[in-house]
């Protein structure tokens, strides 16, 4: 299957930091979408991206759609310790089905 | 709204038995993807359903299969179970009608073989 390749796999920060991680692919994508999974839980989605170049956020978090539809990117401002959690992006490949194709997560830790 | 639920959410199982488990959708939505998460392989697309139809399949066994009933709710089997099979299972729904792709997902059942 496609292989997202998400970075960087974990990261420790103090709270008010701002945090940034990316999602690449050798294939081209029409839809990137980011979730966030707590310990136990399914993934809930943060934000949806559709457009190349797209940008859009949500409160602290903002998410952009790369112009090469191979990447994208999630930076959360202003870290809170509720921001503790695995970060997933997920593509859909332009000419493909239904199915996402998820990143190997990225592991956030908010320090107080 | 209601969000995804699924059933049971904790399962033990032993190697060649199998199992059964269930995915009520988002109330509206009519497409459910089931999706395997292991910690050696992440999140893995195993099939989806549309309108009581095997609508795309993933990379899995034939002892991997699924249905969906008339009311969108699916079901999926692993018959055979074997050690590797041990993994969260989460089914996610889709809106219809739409080309956008948002998945909501459930919170999972975790399905452990010994």
């Known amino acids: 299957g496609q292989q997202l390749n998400q970075s960087p796999q974990s990261m420790f920060i103090q709270e008010g930091e701002d945090v940034s991680m990316n999602c690449t692919s050798s294939?081209?994508?029409?839809?990137w979408l980011w979730y966030k999974q707590d310990p136990g839980e399914g993934p809930v989605l943060l934000i949806a991206?559709?457009?190349?170049?797209e940008l859009t956020s949500n409160g602290r978090l903002t998410a952009q759609f790369g112009i090469t539809r191979k990447d994208s990117f999630l930076n959360i401002s202003a870290s809170i310790p509720s921001d503790v959690g695995i970060y997933f992006c997920?593509?859909?490949?332009?000419?493909?089905?239904?199915?996402?194709?998820f990143g190997t997560g990225t592991r956030l830790t908010v320090i107080p | 709204k209601a969000g995804v639920t699924q059933t049971p959410r904790y399962l033990i199982k032993t190697r060649g038995q199998q199992v059964t488990l269930s995915c009520s959708p988002i109330?509206?939505?009519?497409?459910v993807s089931w999706y395997q998460q292991t910690p050696g392989q992440g999140l893995q697309f195993l099939f989806e359903?549309?309108?009581?139809?095997?609508?795309n399949k993933g990379n899995f066994p034939g002892r991997f299969s699924g249905r969906q009933f008339s009311n969108s709710r699916s079901e999926m089997n692993v018959s055979t179970l074997e050690l590797g099979d041990s993994a969260l299972y989460l089914c996610?729904?889709?809106?219809?009608?739409?080309?956008?792709?948002?998945?909501?997902f459930g919170p999972g059942t975790r399905l452990t073989v010994l």
């Open positions: 109330s509206g939505h009519r497409s």
């Open positions: 359903y549309f309108s009581e139809t095997q609508r």
């Open positions: 997920a593509g859909q490949l332009i000419s493909g089905a239904n199915n996402l194709f």
């Open positions: 294939s081209i994508f029409n839809t």
């Open positions: 996610a729904s889709k809106p219809s009608g739409t080309e956008y792709n948002e998945q909501f």
């Open positions: 991206l559709y457009k190349a170049g």
